[in-house]
C-alpha cells in the first residue's frame, strides 16, 4: 500500500477567477469547500466549521451573496454547518434567495431545514429553496457555471451485520470560462467517477479507505490517484487521520 501522505488545508487552486479552497476534508470530522467566479460564490459540503472558515475568508456581504449549496451526500462531515450557515444568514438579514441541492432520498438537508425553520421561521427574510437532484439529473446552469451532478456509490457499515448500506451520493463537476472541476464526494470505485474525472482540469478525490477492507466505502489511495492522474491536476483529500 502507498504510504499514505496526508493532504495539508486548505487545499487551494486557481486560474483566473475561476478558484476552489478546500478548507478542510476528514472523514468523520469535516468537509468545507468554497467555488468562486467573478459572478458566483458557492459552498460544497458545508461540515462543522465552515462559518468559521468562510469568516476568515469572505466578508460578511460575500458570505451572504453565497446564492447555492451543493451537498454530496447526508453525512455530518458534510452537513454539519449547514444549520449555522442558515441562522447566520437569518440573524445577518439576508434576503437574497438560497437554493441547496442534495441527491434525492437523503433524509438530512429536509430534516435540517425543518427543524431550522421550526425556529426560526419568524425571523427568516430569505427564500431557501431545497432541489432534490435525481441520478440522472440533467446538468444546470448557474449564474456563469455550468454544473453536472453524478452519481456515485457510497455505502455506510451496517451495525447488525447487515452488508453496508448504499447512501444517496453525487458528484458534481463546475464548469466556468472552458475549465472544469470534479468533485466526487465520498465514493467507492465506480465508472461515472472515472468518466468525469477524466480530463477535467482539477479533479477532487476522496481517498477515504483504510486500507483495501474498505474499498466497498471509499477509495484506496492507489485508487483515488489512478483516478486522479486522468485530470490535469488532482488533489486527494478525505484521507484518514
Ligand atoms: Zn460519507
Known amino acids: 500500500m502507498a504510504k499514505k501522505k496526508l493532504p495539508k488545508y486548505p487545499l487551494v487552486w486557481q486560474k483566473d477567477d475561476f478558484f476552489i479552497k478546500i478548507f478542510c476534508s476528514i472523514p468523520n ?23 468559521r472558515d468562510l469568516n476568515k475568508e469572505l466578508d460578511k456581504e460575500k458570505i451572504l451573496s453565497i446564492s447555492d449549496i451543493f451537498i454530496s451526500h447526508g453525512h455530518h462531515d458534510h452537513v454539519g454547518g449547514v444549520w449555522s450557515l442558515l441562522t447566520y444568514m437569518s440573524v445577518m438579514s439576508r434576503t437574497k434567495p438560497l437554493n441547496i441541492y442534495f ?9 435540517i431545514y425543518k427543524a431550522f425553520l421550526s425556529v426560526y421561521k419568524k425571523e427568516v427574510n430569505f427564500e431557501i429553496a431545497l432541489i432534490e437532484i435525481e441520478e440522472n439529473h440533467k446538468s444546470f446552469r448557474k449564474k456563469n457555471v455550468t454544473i453536472k451532478p453524478f452519481k456515485v456509490v457510497h455505502k455506510e457499515p451496517s451495525h447488525d451485520s447487515l452488508p453496508p448500506a448504499e447512501v444517496p451520493s453525487l458528484g458534481f463537476k463546475f464548469t466556468y470560462d472552458k475549465k472544469s472541476i470534479c468533485y466526487g464526494g465520498d465514493t467507492a470505485y465506480c465508472e461515472n467517477l472515472v468518466n468525469n474525472v477524466k480530463g477535467s482540469d482539477l479533479a477532487i478525490i476522496e481517498a477515504g479507505a483504510e486500507d483495501e477492507s474498505e474499498s466497498d466505502l471509499h477509495l484506496t489511495i492507489e485508487q483515488a490517484e489512478e483516478i486522479g492522474s486522468s485530470a490535469k491536476e488532482y488533489f486527494l483529500v478525505h484521507v484518514p487521520e
Open 103 to 111: 441527491p434525492k432520498g437523503s433524509l438530512e438537508i429536509p430534516s
Open 29 to 51: 470530522i469535516a468537509t468545507g469547500i468554497l467555488l468562486t467566479t467573478d459572478k458566483s460564490i458557492f459552498v460544497i459540503d458545508p461540515g462543522d466549521g465552515i462559518l
